[in-house]
Nanobody, 121 residues
């Protein structure tokens, strides 16, 4: 019921910035939590950031001071602003959408195809 399309990835030097976008369609955007995940080669997918319907946010500790997740309900779009990029940020980044199942957990039901972020040193 929800389609997600990521964009904004690319090749960036360490220390640079990038803004990823996730355009949603097919259902009421404002009713969903939105999240970003990433998978580096040979590694498991990991949580990066999430923003709930009430704009409460959560980040993994390693990115908290450099990544910012926002949403624009009027544009049906979520964003991930990444500053001070590091080589270890290199990964395929995925947008996800889901409904709250508890006050602190989200069921991630819908996923985008991903956008590649590569950080060179």
């Amino acid at each position: 019921q929800v389609q997600l399309v990521e964009s904004g990835g690319g090749l960036v030097q360490a220390g640079g910035s990038l803004r990823l976008s996730c355009a949603a369609s097919g259902d009421t955007f404002s009713g969903y939590a939105m999240g970003w995940f990433r998978r580096a080669p040979g590694k498991e997918r990991e949580f990066v950031a999430a923003i709930r319907w009430n704009s409460n946010t959560n980040y993994r500790a390693s990115v908290k001071d450099r990544f910012t997740i926002t949403r624009d309900n009027a544009k049906n779009t979520a964003y991930l602003q990444i500053d001070s990029l590091k080589p270890e940020d290199t990964a395929e980044y995925y947008c996800a959408a889901g409904r709250d199942i508890t006050n602190t957990t989200v069921s991630w039901t819908y996923w985008g195809q991903g956008t590649q972020v590569t950080v060179s040193s």
